[in-house]
């Protein structure tokens, strides 16, 4: 990938973009050992040489971030063997190696996070950082504040228990209706696996929140760079890497997004709370809208 001299230099840590503009004009700066002091020059950082004063800097790639709204039939990879749609068809001229963080599934939409940052991608999937995910979900029926609380208390699935949910009701149609759920683990369908469990086929699923991010009105299939707020707020997870996140703190973070008021439940693995338990695995199904 070809990238701006002085994004390099600014990307090593070294200095800003600015500083770095003056340190090319200054002279200082060579590249495989030519002196370039003029603006307008891109190098390859994997193959390229920089030094500024003589000394070699580190030319990392700049990071990238980029947030797809994932449309339903789309498969969360760069190739499919079986030929179906992917979110490359989605990216093209995209020309950063970036790669997805986590998985939607095929048949799920909505907040998908895409980055060439593999320590930042690797803080955001960690299960210790407890990365709140949202997402709105039209479920077959009505959930009843029983099964609600189910959610909420935490579930035994086939493979282990689940932290405690949140969920809110959002809408109802005439038969259906909507609810956004919030988890923070990513396990193979595990919303659907939890609403399965308590009785209601999942119809259609929307990823709506990752963490400090929010999907806002990107049209379905389309992406955009996230902002350097956004960037710096996922960096700071990083930051955060020598103690547990706890969630509120997470969500406090969100970039635009105001935490609902709602007091949290207490955690019934912590305080012996009855759990509910489901069914082993998600029937297979065509979702609907
Ligand atoms: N949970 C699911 O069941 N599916 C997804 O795609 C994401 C979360």
Known sequence: MQVRLQKVIAASGL?????????????????????????????????????????????????????????PGCVTS???????????DLLKGIRARVFPVGRLDYDSEGLLLLTNNGDVAQACLHPRFKIPKSYLVKVAGVLNNQEIARLEQGMVLNDGPTAPARVKKSGKAK?????????????????????EAVGHQVL????????????????????????????????????????????EETQMRTVGHVPPTRSRKPNPRKEGQQRGTASLTPSRRTLKQ
Not at 26 to 52: A, F, Y
Not at 222 to 245: F, G, I, M, P, V
Request: glycine share 6%.
């Open 175 to 195: 038969v259906n209706s909507w609810v956004e759920m919030t988890i923070h683990e990513g396990r193979q369908h595990q919303v659907k696996r939890m609403l």
């Open 204 to 247: 259609r699923l929307r990823r709506v929140r990752f963490g400090p991010l929010s999907l806002g009105d990107i049209p379905i299939g389309a992406h955009r760079y996230l902002t350097d707020k956004e960037a710096n707020a996922l960096r700071a997870l990083l930051c955060d890497s020598s103690r547990q996140l706890s969630t």
């Open 15 to 71: 200095a800003s973009r600015r500083q770095a503009e003056t340190m090319i004009r200054s002279g200082q700066v060579t590249v495989n050992g030519e002196v370039i002091c003029t603006m307008g020059v891109s190098i390859d950082p994997s193959r390229d040489h920089v030094k500024v004063d003589g000394r070699h800097i580190k030319s990392t790639e700049p990071d990238v971030f980029l947030m797809l709204n994932k449309p």
């Open 78 to 88: 760069m190739r499919d063997p079986l030929g179906r749609s992917t979110i490359a």
